[in-house]
């Protein structure tokens, strides 16, 4: 761990011993490379071309969508990410899930982050139940477990409320429905930090409340729970702290009320 990282740790532990952190983020900078950007011309037959007339490739852009973000995440804590579309809040659930690599900084968890997003990969050619299944196993569950909690995931997900859906294929679901369904599968699982990106909006009234419910039971059971969301009410409902980032850079951090009402009021500090 970089000892600017661990300086951090320590200062918060020194604040408060019975607060542990589990995510450090740490003055990070997300660079995303997008190639062939100046022509618009990426496909392979172009590179060919290129390759015979010997000409130069088209430019590579940067979009730097983090901007130098700084904070640390406790144990027990549910932690709400806003800003207005394009800010920055994806880019930054995906870096501490590990999916992205940081510019500059660092990003330090304890345990392992995962990612639940809308589209997070299940198979749409498998029906409902296949993915229950290879989606436990695949975050680690044995045979036994998975059998043990299949009927319990169904049942949360209300997948089968209006017929028989489990046994059709993924790719016949709503998407709404599918959202559920992974939803359900990785809320399963106790998460050393759940990251969640907007799945709460996708379920109808009742999932959600059965979703935000089910999201405190996993932060009493461990870890930390991250949610983005463009839901205010979801975010009021869920998470004690608020991040609001605005073009890459943090705006404000602290309690939901009142990042929340001064992000409502476009009120920056
Ligand atoms: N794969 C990518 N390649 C290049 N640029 C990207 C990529 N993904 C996101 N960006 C850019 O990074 C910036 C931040 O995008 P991001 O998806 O993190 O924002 P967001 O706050 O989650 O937005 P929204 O609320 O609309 O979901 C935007 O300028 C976006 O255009």
């Not at 990106?197 to 059965?210: H, I, M, S, V, Y």
Request: glycine content about 10%; aromatic content about 4%; overall charge positive.
């Amino acid at each position: 761990m970089a000892d600017a990282a661990l300086d951090t740790v320590k200062e918060a532990t020194a604040v408060d011993k019975a607060q542990v952190p589990t995510v450090v983020v740490d003055d990070v900078h997300i660079i995303y490379k997008v190639h062939g950007a100046g022509s618009g011309k990426g496909s392979a037959t172009s590179a060919l071309s290129r390759i015979i007339t010997r000409k130069k490739a088209p430019a590579i852009r940067e979009v730097h969508a983090v901007r130098g973000i700084s904070f640390t995440a406790y144990k027990g804590e549910a932690v709400g990410l806003i800003g207005s579309n394009g800010s920055g809040k994806s880019t930054m659930l995906a870096a501490i899930a590990g999916l992205l690599p940081t510019a500059r900084g660092g990003i330090y968890t304890q345990g392992q982050p995962s990612l639940l997003g809308v589209n997070a990969a299940l198979m749409n050619d498998l029906t409902g139940e296949r993915n229950v299944v290879l989606g436990c196993l695949a975050m680690g569950m044995s045979p036994a477990q998975v059998r043990e909690r299949y009927q319990s995931i169904v049942d949360f997900s209300g997948i089968n409320e209006k017929g028989d859906f489990i046994s059709l294929p993924m790719r016949t679901y709503s998407s709404g429905m599918g959202a559920r369904l992974r939803f359900s599968i990785a809320a399963a699982k106790t998460h050393d930090v759940l990251l969640i990106d907007e799945a709460l909006a996708t379920g109808d009234q009742g999932f959600q409340k059965r979703s935000k419910a089910r999201i405190n039971e996993l932060r009493k059971e461990a870890g930390t729970v991250f949610l983005v969301s463009h839901d205010n009410n979801a975010i009021r409902e869920t998470c004690e702290r608020t991040i609001w980032i605005e073009h890459g850079e943090l705006i404000m951090d602290g309690h939901t009320d009142e990042v929340v009402r001064r992000y409502e009021k476009g009120d920056r500090p």
